[in-house]
């Protein structure tokens, strides 16, 4: 069974420029959520869905990011314009919530630089 | 805000030994606990998930909870240089729908 796939693995812009990340979860998977890590930091979450809804976005920086979910499967996470600051890795998880608790896993990442 | 503390280390042991990895968390209602294994420039892998308290055992890895003391730790027995790597702690708040809080990681470093 695939696991999590994003793309792209690596992505250099220059600050000011639109930038766009894509995710396909495990098959089946209800949940996505959308984590960012820092050098040195643990994962921080950005976003979450349960199915299309985004359920949680709290930490989600509004101004210049955003998230969709089209019919509950692949995401795409955009950022515009991208700042200095944004530079990390962005981390695309899912799971799969039925009933009890739930183990979400990991896609490879894209790490972003902005120049 | 929910805090999940791990020390960053690195801690180091040698082959053979064990190794203990320590997480504390501020949220006393947490349900769910895991750890994960990151290598140098790849995502998270999930090697463990403990609910109850008291020890779980996989294979070389056991994950202990404690709720009451807001404490889990994660020990590997018979360390492998192969186990270098950052473990991080999360914590799930309520079982369901909600989102793991991460801690920073420790840095396990295994010297053959």
């Known amino acids: 069974e695939a696991g999590v796939v994003q793309s792209p693995r690596y992505k250099i812009i220059e600050k000011k420029q639109p930038v766009a990340f894509w995710c396909n979860p495990i098959?089946?998977?209800?949940?996505l959520y959308w984590y960012r890590q820092n050098l040195g930091q643990g994962p921080e979450l950005l976003i979450r869905?349960?199915?299309?809804?985004?359920?949680?976005d709290s930490q989600l920086p509004k101004d210049r990011f955003s998230a969709e979910r089209l019919k509950g499967v692949d995401s795409t996470l955009k950022i515009q314009p991208a700042e200095l600051g944004d530079s990390a890795v962005y981390l695309c998880?899912?799971?799969?919530?039925?009933?009890?608790?739930?183990?979400?896993?990991f896609g490879q990442g894209t790490r972003l630089t902005v120049v | 805000q929910k805090e999940v503390e791990q020390n960053s280390g690195p801690l180091s042991v040698p082959e053979g030994a064990i190794a203990s990895l320590n997480c504390t968390y501020s949220?006393?209602?947490?349900?769910?606990f895991f750890w994960y294994r990151q290598y140098s420039g790849k995502s998270p892998e999930l090697i463990m998930s403990i609910y109850s308290n008291g020890d779980k055992e996989d294979g070389r890895f056991t994950a202990q909870l404690n709720k009451a003391s807001q404490y889990v730790s994660l020990l590997i027995r018979d360390s492998q240089p192969s186990d270098s790597a950052t473990y991080l702690c999360?914590?799930?708040?309520?079982?369901?729908?909600?989102?793991?809080?991460f801690g920073k990681g420790t840095m396990l470093l295994v010297s053959p």
């Open positions: 999360a914590v799930n708040p309520n079982s369901g729908y909600s989102t793991l809080t």
């Open positions: 098959s089946g998977h209800n949940t």
């Open positions: 998880a899912s799971s799969l919530v039925s009933g009890g608790d739930t183990e979400a896993f």
């Open positions: 949220d006393r209602v947490s349900q769910s």
């Open positions: 869905y349960e199915n299309e809804e985004a359920v949680d």
